[in-house]
């Protein structure tokens, strides 16, 4: 069974750095776009970053250069460093992944993990 874990959230200040990690693991052939997703109270989830297998980067004008996403294509691993974190930045962020298996590829979501940036 095909699972994204996440970890690294937790409450920062303003101002301060946060680092998310996530993980696939299970049986695939490879795992394609990774991205991160986010969901403030009330408000519907939205696109944070997304990376490609081959690097090529997409943020939320909201969040770039403060955040920065990379990945670990041997580990199957995707990371978003959070730089200068504000209040806004709060909510749930959820990992994303498009793997692929044998004869299909599917879309996963990671359980998410919180973010409070206190102001």
């Known amino acids: 069974q095909v699972q994204l874990v996440e970890s690294g959230g937790g409450l920062v200040q303003a101002g301060g750095s946060l680092r998310l990690s996530c993980a696939a693991s299970g049986k695939f052939a490879r795992v394609n776009a990774m991205g991160w997703y986010r969901q403030a109270p009330g408000k519907q989830r939205e696109l944070v970053a997304t990376?490609?297998?081959?690097?090529?980067?997409n943020y939320v004008d909201s969040v770039k250069g403060r955040f920065t996403i990379s990945r670990d294509n041997a580990k199957n691993t995707v990371l978003l460093q959070m730089n200068s974190l504000k209040p806004e930045d709060t909510g749930v962020y959820y990992c994303?992944?498009?793997?692929?298996?044998?004869?299909?590829?599917?879309?996963?979501w990671g359980q998410g993990t919180q973010v409070t940036v206190s102001s």
């Open positions: 994303n992944a498009d793997i692929r298996a044998l004869w299909s590829t599917t879309n996963y």
């Open positions: 990376i490609t297998s081959g690097g090529t980067t």
